[in-house]
Each structure stands twice: as C-alpha cells, then as structure tokens.
C-alpha cells in the first residue's frame, strides 16, 4: 500500500536555516508505504510503516507498539542519519529491548511514567496494578501498549503530509485498569520535515491515561562515539518535580533556578550531569518531569524543548499539549546490549516524553489524568527536524 504528497508550499513553512540544509534536496512527493515485518513470538503479523517528507526525512515504524525504528535526517552538509536508538529486526525489540525494560522508540500507555506502589483510587474503587519498577508501576505494566501489536492503516494524504491511524481497544480491566478504552494515534509527516503524535480514546467506565511516545533521540546518529553529552537542550520550564530516591514527585513543583535542571538558556545536557545534587544521584542521570511554561491557548502545541547538535547541526523541536515533559538520559543503558550503531551506554540518546506529571492518581495537586465515559482524551506532540549552520 503506498499514497503520496503534492509537495505544494513546503518553502513557505520553512525556516531560513532548514531552507539552507534542503536546497541540494529535490522536492518530491511525501510518501507512505507498508510491508511486512515478521510476526511476534507469539504468532501476530507485524508490519514496517515508511513515511518519506519529500525533504529529507524519514520516519519508519512498527505495528508492534506503534514503535518508531528509524527516524532519518539530513545532517547541515546534507549528510542523512538514524537519529533514533533502535534494532535492525522485531525479535529484538521483544526480546532485548523488553528485558532491559527500555520502551525503544514505543507508545506507552495506559499509564506513562510512574504510579507508586502500584495502586491508586478512583470514584471510591481501589486499583492494584503490577509493580514493574522497584516498588511501582511503570510504563502501563507487563505488557502495556508498546507490546501490543497495532492495526495500522493509511491516513489522509493532505497536500503537504502523509499519515498512518494506529488503533488499539484495550479491555476493561487490562493491566488492572478499569475501563474499555479505545485508541486511536494518527502519525503525520509534513512537508516542513515535522512528525507529529496525535493521541485520542475513549472510554466506557471511568479511568486514568497518560500516552506518550518514548524515542530515544541522538541527533548525531545512534550509536555515534560521543552519545548526547555535548548536545544542548533549552527546556521551556521554569519549575520541575523532584522525586523520592524511587522517581516518585514529593507533590510539590521546586524551580529550576540555580539548580542542575536549569535548561531555560541553551545548555549542553553534560554540563551539570556531574554536579553532587541527590536528585541526579538518585535517578543517576536526568529522569525527572519538567512542568512545562504555558501562554495562551492551552489546545496548541506549545514550545517544550529545542535540542540542537553542534557537531552535526540537527536540530530537534519538541511541542506539546501536554503539561510536563520527562527528560530521560539513557541511565540504564549499562553496556549490555547492542542496536543499531552499536554497544548502547549512559548518555547514549535522550527521550523526551511529553506526558502528564508522574503519579497524577495519587498526587492531588497535579493536573488531574482522569478520563470519563463521554468525554474524548486528545493530545498531541510534535517532533520537528532540521539544522542550523
Ligand atoms: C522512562 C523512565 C525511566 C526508565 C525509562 C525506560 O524514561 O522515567 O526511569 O524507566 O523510561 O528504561
């Protein structure tokens, strides 16, 4: 199955430095096309998804987990690479990504981030769910959305993008998880080189949701020698949730003033990793919510975070609907796997999981996570490529 694009006023959307990088790129078409890609352990065809810009970028992924295996970008010479932590075949992702407890590249659901001790309450019910990190739940449970496999099918082919729509039913009960929800992710493509997630469920009894995706960038290329120690991020948070030593928010939002989460002006993410705070040792590395700066219409995408290489000048911007954003530096990567590029270790990549706030259920204070019968969840996060000189 493929569908395609009229590249029609990709110059308009782009910026003066994307311009540059794309010139020696012909404008083609965006393109969609899927094929086979193995079954599942178990026996569940799988398929390989390909979207193509027209200008440069590739975004390919799996029905297994709705998971992005490759997202490939020009560098400012023009120079194309994986910008995405992955594995070359689907028994890896089940079996080497799964073991580690890694999540490369899958949506997660139906609870992203952590719920403590695995238990919370709604509308007077108690819910116990598997405790799959330490002394809490994690990531949506043994087998959460990003084992799944995903009916995939083509989405509308606008003028200036392609898309796939993802759906899932998890049933009522699911992971311990009250409620039939139905899912439905649209993955985009535009011309303007932006990926865009898309997230919508319902549900048939009342629950609670957090979606995200979690990718794991390097702008220099997975697996590149240096990992993401000398790329800079700049965070659009003036506050973030610091944790007890299990990643669970005390309830309180702290500033990033004068703190090493202080990524409000440019900052290599290796410049303050090493810095004697609790907070780093704990998680060792970044692994910490940061609450995100909100103006205006809260329904838009807004500005999360701007990462950019200096080596090879890609640039990533990240913009959500989503309050917070869980910034992950790779800390369990111990050496102990290979994927694409090679050995993976601390530091290697980052995610940036836009998200609601950890432990939303049990924190009353936060932004509330519940979803209702009638009411549509909907959020959505962009992922925008290019480069500066
Ligand atoms: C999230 C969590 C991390 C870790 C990774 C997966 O980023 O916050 O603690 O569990 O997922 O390894």
Redo the contacts with the bound molecule.
């Keep these: 199955m493929t569908t395609s694009a009229r590249p029609a006023g990709a110059a308009l959307l782009a910026g003066a430095a994307f311009l540059a990088a794309i010139a020696a790129v012909p404008a083609v078409a965006a393109t969609l096309s899927t094929a086979p890609f193995g079954a599942t352990a178990d026996g569940k065809p799988v398929t390989l998804t390909t979207m193509t810009s027209g200008h440069g970028v590739t975004v390919k992924f799996m029905s297994y987990g709705g998971t992005i295996t490759e997202i490939i970008t020009p560098d400012r010479q023009g120079h194309p690479a994986n910008v995405v932590l992955g594995f070359p075949s689907l028994r890896d992702y089940e079996t080497k990504g799964v073991e580690g407890?890694?999540?490369f590249g899958a949506l997660i659901g139906r609870y992203a981030?952590r719920i403590a001790k695995g238990h919370f309450s709604l509308g007077g019910q108690e819910y116990t769910l598997a405790t799959n990190?330490g002394p809490n739940a994690?990531?949506g449970g043994a087998k959460g959305f990003d084992k799944q496999v995903w009916d995939v099918q083509p989405g509308a082919a606008s003028g200036r993008a392609v898309s796939a729509v993802l759906r899932l039913t998890s049933p009522d009960g699911d992971e311990g998880y009250p409620g039939k929800l139905d899912l439905v992710v649209t993955y985009t493509l535009s011309d303007d080189n932006a990926f865009s997630i898309q997230y919508q469920a319902t549900t048939d009894k009342d629950t609670v949701l957090n979606l995200t995706n979690?990718a794991y960038f390097n702008l220099a290329g997975a697996g590149s020698a240096n990992g993401v120690f000398q790329q800079v991020l700049t965070v659009n948070a003036d506050r973030y949730t610091p944790t007890d030593k299990t990643?669970i928010p005390l309830g309180h939002n702290d500033p990033v003033q004068g703190t090493p989460f202080d990524f409000r002006k440019p900052t290599a993410i290796g410049a303050h990793l090493r810095a004697d705070d609790q907070q780093l040792i704990w998680a060792q590395g970044y692994?910490h919510n940061w609450v995100l700066n909100k103006q205006g219409n809260a329904a838009a995408p807004q500005l999360a975070v701007r990462a950019f290489d200096p080596a090879s000048g890609r640039t990533l911007d990240c913009l959500t609907t989503e309050p917070g954003v869980?910034i992950?530096t790779g800390n369990?990567f111990k050496g102990v796997l290979a994927g694409d590029g090679g050995v993976y270790r601390q530091t290697d990549a980052f995610?940036l999981?836009t998200q609601h706030f950890p432990d939303s259920p049990n924190q009353p204070s936060f932004p509330p996570t519940e979803l209702k019968p009638g009411q549509t969840f909907n959020s959505t996060t962009v992922f925008r490529f290019g480069v500066r000189k």
């Design positions: 407890g890694f999540y981030n990190n994690l990531h979690h990643s692994d869980q992950y369990f995610t999981e």
